[in-house]
């Protein structure tokens, strides 16, 4: 299958702080990418869906100005966490896919902010 | 809108025997995708097996199977041989064939394999 790499892995921060989280399909061009957040023993909670060079479309109570998705290229897409508080402390995942494709997941990034 | 129910939040499974997981869906389209990824411990999201809709036949990948019955829309994932390393959180889920619109998951369901 397809590879998808999340950076970082884990990320440790103050609060007020803010985080980027970086993904990329490493051997495909992914028109669309994903973006989920996951809390323990829960499914996946879809955050976001961005296309390349247009603005992310968020799902219902998830705040655009408090999550920032840039999607520059057809092999990156970046998650900014801003200005982090300890209640944003989660499981990140993001997610690749051409379009009509199967989807691709990164490893995740566990955010801990104190 | 389309729904994905796991209906077995847990099950286990002796080593060696074979599992079978319940998956149902609602959606009023005809074209679609459907999934099982299996999140480990380590938490990786990994593709187990696709099944296009308009295909009759069942997938297979190895020791793992589907029933897929369109008609019930029902997904089933059988596990054949279990193996420790089986043990994870399977999902369940759906994707239109048309457009970009995002995977509907399930809910999920643990396994654990036994020794």
């Known amino acids: 299958g397809a590879v998808v790499s999340q950076h970082p892995s884990r990320v440790i921060c103050k609060s007020g702080t803010s985080v980027k989280i970086e993904c990329r399909s490493l051997?495909?061009?992914?028109?669309?990418m994903f973006w989920y957040r996951q809390f323990p023993k829960q499914s996946l909670m879809l955050m976001a869906t961005?296309?390349?060079?247009?603005?992310?479309?968020?799902e219902q109570g998830v705040e655009k100005d408090k999550f920032l998705i840039n999607h520059a290229s057809l092999t990156l897409s970046t998650l900014t966490v801003t200005s982090a508080h300890p209640e944003d402390s989660s499981f990140y995942i993001c997610?690749?896919?051409?379009?009509?494709?199967?989807?691709?997941f990164g490893p995740g990034t566990r955010l801990l902010v104190l | 809108a389309q729904t994905v129910t796991q209906s077995q939040p847990e099950m286990s499974v002796q080593e060696a025997e074979t599992v079978t997981l319940s998956c149902t869906y609602d959606?009023?389209?005809?074209?679609?995708?459907l999934f099982w990824y299996k999140q480990p411990p380590s938490r990786q999201m990994i593709l187990v097996i696709r099944?296009?809709?308009?295909?009759?036949q069942n997938a297979t990948e190895n020791r793992f199977s589907v029933n897929f019955q369109k008609a019930a829309k029902s997904f089933s994932l059988k596990i054949s041989d279990s193996q420790l390393g089986d043990t994870a959180m399977y999902f369940c889920?759906?994707?239109?064939?048309?457009?970009?619109?995002?995977?509907?998951f399930g809910k999920g369901t643990r396994l654990s394999v036994i020794a």
């Open positions: 099944q296009e809709a308009y295909k009759q």
């Open positions: 889920a759906f994707m239109k064939q048309t457009g970009n619109t995002p995977l509907v």
């Open positions: 051997d495909f061009q992914a028109t669309t």
């Open positions: 961005s296309n390349e060079g247009s603005k992310a479309t968020y």
């Open positions: 959606t009023s389209e005809n074209n679609y995708y």
């Open positions: 997610s690749a896919r051409k379009v009509g494709e199967t989807q691709y």
